[in-house]
């Protein structure tokens, strides 16, 4: 999950995973959309930056085909996906 103080518009998001192919952003905010935010591979780190409302997100990676939690995360919630 990540917290977004009520000054923040942007949210950047980043998984070093220099191994995959494909890696996509999905969570609360998209519907759990798999493809609707493609992350961009820079150096082997995989990121990506939206614009959020202030408040707080589910999310996981869509990684080559499988969900993945945020290594960095500072905790976790149950989720379907």
Known sequence: MIDLNPRTKKAT???D???AKKVFLAGDFN???QKSHP???????WKISL?????????KY??????HN???AHKYVPSPF
């Open 17 to 19: 995973r220099p191994d």
């Open 51 to 59: 614009a959020l409302k202030p408040g707080e997100y589910k999310f």
């Open 39 to 45: 992350m961009k591979k820079i150096k082997g780190v």
């Open 13 to 15: 998001f980043s998984l």
């Open 31 to 33: 519907k759990w959309d």
């Open 70 to 72: 945020d290594p960095a």
């Open 62 to 67: 869509f990684v080559d085909g499988n969900w």
